[in-house]
């Protein structure tokens, strides 16, 4: 098939089994394959999927460069649910499984910190979201909606991480 529709200068970032991967994420879920290659990249050492994913979602994953694991946890009613993480590196997975697994849904200080730790998100947002969360910043909106963290005010961190990822997020609608 060709890929001559493809646009090359960000097609060449990708080699053509994660592109192709990527691609089959998107028919998930863009949102699913925009984390997959933020991870991959090493932007977020771990990511997580909350919502119901098949074996076909997880070999997705694992050929887009990543480990998956899926995590047994509940919500405050009792109730079960599986949510899925993948990581570039075991290690990682298990800072998230060994913390969370069988553990109900919060949003507790603790949780806001070891999720931000393993999301890699920065410590000056970690802190300053658990004081204050949704705080008031200057940060624009359109760089804030390529982010799962919300920026701390006068932040030196995320302007650094910003433009990386709106570069992965521009890939992912080109695929
Ligand atoms: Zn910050």
């Not at 960000?10 to 699913?32: H, N, P, V």
């Not at 991870?39 to 887009?64: F, I, N, V, Y």
């Not at 705080?135 to 390529?146: C, G, T």
């Not at 910003?162 to 521009?170: D, K, L, S, V």
Request: with cysteine; net charge neutral.
């Amino acid at each position: 098939m060709s890929t001559s529709n493809c646009q090359p200068d960000m097609q060449m970032e990708l080699d053509a089994a994660t592109a192709q991967s990527a691609r089959y994420l998107k028919t998930i879920d863009s949102e699913l394959a925009y984390l997959a290659l933020l991870t991959r990249e090493g932007l977020k050492p771990l990511s997580r999927w909350e919502k119901p994913l098949d074996q076909a979602g997880l070999d997705g994953l694992e050929q887009a460069g990543l480990l998956t694991r899926r995590v047994p946890r509940s919500v405050r009613n009792g109730q079960a649910f599986t949510e899925t993480v993948f990581s570039r590196t075991p290690a990682y997975i298990e800072v998230y499984a060994s913390h969370f697994e069988n553990l109900p849904v919060d949003k507790s200080a603790e949780t806001v910190r070891v999720e931000g730790f393993v999301f890699g998100y920065p410590p000056c947002c970690v802190a300053h979201y658990i004081r204050r969360p949704y705080a008031p910043n200057e940060f624009p909106m359109e760089k804030q909606k390529v982010l799962f963290h919300w920026v701390c005010k006068g932040c030196i961190l995320t302007p650094l991480l910003t433009p990386a990822y709106e570069r992965i997020y521009r890939l992912t609608e080109s695929l």
